[in-house]
C-alpha cells in the first residue's frame, strides 16, 4: 500500500513593492530547501515571476497615511476578506505576513482562529509606535521574524517567539555592471554631479512628492548647469504615472526601471522619499537627503503616536542624524536644493556621511536573510504537517 503526502501550502501576504520583493526572495530559497512547496497569496509581479499563484494584486491597495486608507477602504476590506476566505477554505500550511502592519495583523488573527500557524516576517515596529500593542500581536502570531538585532530583546521581553534573520538588503546591494559602464549605458557621462531621485513606490507618495522633487532639480539644474539627473522608478510604477509631472519639468530626467543598483552607483548625491530606499542608498553608500510629507491628519496622529526621533531607517539604525530629515513643511525645494549643493561641494561633508553609512552597513550583517527566513518557514511547515 502506497501513501501520497499532500504538498505544503504557503500562504503570502505581501502589499507593497518592497514586500513584494522580499516575499519573492523567501520563496525562491524555500523551493530550494522543500521543491515541492506550494505558494499562493496576495502580491505583485516580483511574486508571479517566482511561481506564486497571486489571487490578489496588491498594486491598487499599496497606500500609506490615514486618509488614504480611508480612500481606498473598500478595497482594502475586499482584499482582507478574500485572503480570510482563502485561509478558512484552502487551509493553508502556514501564512507568512510579509510587512503591510495593520492589514496582516487582522489577517493574522483570523488565521489564529482557523488553526493556521503564523510567521511575520519585517515584524510591525511596535518598538516606534504603539508599543501597547505588541501584546496583541503576540497573541496573533506564532513567531516575529525581525530584520533589526536590536528587535529581538523587545519580543523576548514580551515573550513572543521570535528570531533575527537579519534584513533582506544586506549583501545584495551590489551592482550587476562597473560604473563605467553604468554611466555609459544609461547616458549619464559628463563632468558635472550625477543626482539620483527616489519619489517611492507608491502612487500617492509620487503625488505628494514628486512634484517638490522637481522643483528641487529645476534650482539645482540652475546652480549646476553640467548636472544629469537620473530616476529610479519602482517596479510598481508605470510610464504613465509618472509622465505627467515630467512633461511639466523643464530639466531633462532619464527614468530607469528595475537597475536600482546599477543606477544609484552613478549617483553623488540622491534625493529619496521616506522608507526601504533609503537603505537601498545606504548600502550602496551615497549621500542622500530623505524627504517626506503625509496629510496634514496622518502627521499629526503620527506625532502624537511615534515615540522615535527619526524616520529615516539608516538614522534610527545609527542612532543618530547621518544624513537630513526633511519632513512636512520642510520638505521644500529651497531646503532639499541646498542640502544636496552642500553634498557636492563640500567634498568633506560628502565623505562624512560616506563613512557613517558604512556603521549602517556593518549594523545589517552580511546578509542571507532570505536563507535564514526560509530556514524558519521550512521548520515551522515541517512541526505543521508531521
Not at 191 to 211: F, M, Y
Request: one cysteine or more; proline letters at 4%.
Amino acid at each position: 500500500m502506497t501513501t501520497t503526502t499532500k504538498a505544503p501550502l504557503v500562504l503570502l501576504s505581501a502589499g507593497e513593492a518592497s514586500g513584494d520583493q522580499h516575499a519573492a526572495s523567501l520563496y525562491l530559497e524555500l523551493k530550494k530547501l522543500m521543491p515541492d512547496v506550494k505558494a499562493i497569496g496576495m502580491g505583485g509581479a516580483k511574486m508571479r515571476e517566482v511561481g506564486v499563484d497571486i489571487r490578489y494584486d496588491s498594486t491598487s491597495i499599496a497606500v500609506i497615511g490615514v486618509v488614504e486608507v480611508i480612500k481606498h477602504y473598500g478595497e482594502i476590506r475586499r482584499a482582507l476578506n478574500l485572503m480570510k476566505t482563502i485561509v478558512k477554505q484552502e487551509k493553508p500550511d502556514l501564512l507568512i505576513c510579509v510587512d503591510y502592519k495593520e492589514f496582516n495583523f487582522q489577517l493574522a488573527r483570523a488565521a489564529k482562529v482557523a488553526g493556521v500557524k503564523v510567521l511575520f516576517y519585517v515584524s510591525p515596529q511596535v518598538w516606534a509606535w504603539r508599543p501597547g500593542r505588541v501584546k496583541k500581536y503576540g497573541e496573533a502570531v506564532d513567531h516575529m521574524a525581525v530584520i533589526f538585532p536590536f528587535e529581538v530583546s523587545f519580543y523576548e521581553a514580551h515573550h513572543i517567539p521570535v528570531t533575527y534573520v537579519g534584513h533582506p538588503l544586506a549583501g545584495k546591494v551590489v551592482p550587476s555592471i562597473s560604473k563605467a559602464e553604468a554611466l555609459h549605458e544609461f547616458g549619464l557621462e559628463g563632468d558635472g554631479p550625477v543626482i539620483g531621485l527616489l519619489p517611492g513606490s507608491r502612487a500617492n507618495e509620487i503625488k505628494r512628492l514628486l512634484p517638490v522633487i522637481l522643483e528641487t532639480v529645476e534650482r539645482l539644474a540652475s546652480r549646476f548647469p553640467n548636472a544629469r539627473f537620473v530616476l529610479n522608478q519602482a517596479s510598481s510604477v508605470t510610464d504613465a504615472v509618472l509622465e505627467p509631472y515630467r512633461a511639466n519639468c523643464k530639466v531633462a530626467i532619464k527614468a530607469i526601471k528595475g537597475r536600482n543598483y546599477d543606477v544609484l552607483q552613478c549617483c553623488d548625491a540622491v534625493i529619496t522619499v521616506s522608507g526601504t530606499a533609503t537603505l537601498e542608498v545606504a548600502l550602496a553608500g551615497m549621500p542622500m537627503a530623505i524627504i517626506y510629507k503625509l496629510t496634514p491628519i496622518t502627521y499629526w496622529l503620527g506625532r502624537l503616536l511615534i515615540n522615535i526621533k527619526f524616520i529615516g531607517l539608516p538614522n534610527i539604525l545609527a542612532g543618530k542624524g547621518i544624513v537630513r530629515e526633511y519632513i512636512q513643511h520642510e520638505a521644500n525645494a529651497d531646503n532639499i536644493a541646498a542640502e544636496i549643493a552642500k553634498i557636492i561641494e563640500d567634498k568633506d561633508y560628502a565623505s562624512q556621511i560616506r563613512e557613517e553609512l558604512q556603521t549602517v552597513k556593518a549594523l545589517l550583517g552580511e546578509g542571507g536573510g532570505s536563507v535564514k527566513l526560509a530556514l524558519l518557514a521550512k521548520q515551522m511547515l515541517s512541526d505543521c504537517i508531521t
